[in-house]
């Protein structure tokens, strides 16, 4: 089985949970406690989904605004990004639209756009109405799913979803797909993408 090697990128505001959700996603552990990313953090997890397999190599930005003009530096070249908010404040979620429109002008073309509620553990204290960011996901062609990093509540399904919304790989340069003057004219060689 071949594997895909993905870069990944997690965006948002300070505090949302995304150093949890990664730290739950490679560890399996939670901590009610992470001082906040400075710039970036990397870490790496190999998961199989169906016939394939894809080793995320996932970069967590800092949420701080301080640090938000790093950003564009870990989602240049990713295959997928995943902005987060936390479903218990408003200003996170409205920030996402931020976060959107800074992928779609500055990111990759084709870019796999996941967008995360999380903290789903405290829906008692819920400020953002599920159906609406649902409603929002649906209208950019973005993955739609609520966490809890604490609780692992969707945390694997949301880099599982994700993978299935990749772009084709981009095939590596093969010197059989040039076509070459002369008696070859007209012909093809190599893999038809």
Known sequence: MAMREVKLCLLGDSGVGKSSIVQRFVCDSYQDSIPPT???S?????ITSGEKSFKFQ???TAGQEK???LAPM???GAAAAIVVYDITSQVTYTKVRDWIHELQQHGPDNIAIAIAGNKNDMADLREVDMRTAMDYAQDIGAVFIETSAKTA???KELFVNISEQLPPEVMPYNS?????P???QGKKRGRCC
């Open 38 to 40: 400075i710039g970036a």
């Open 42 to 46: 990397f870490m790496s997890k190999t």
């Open 58 to 60: 996932i970069w967590d």
């Open 67 to 69: 640090y938000r003009g």
């Open 74 to 76: 870990y989602y240049r």
């Open 153 to 155: 509540a969707n945390v």
């Open 176 to 180: 059989n797909d040039i076509v070459k």
């Open 182 to 184: 002369g008696r070859n």
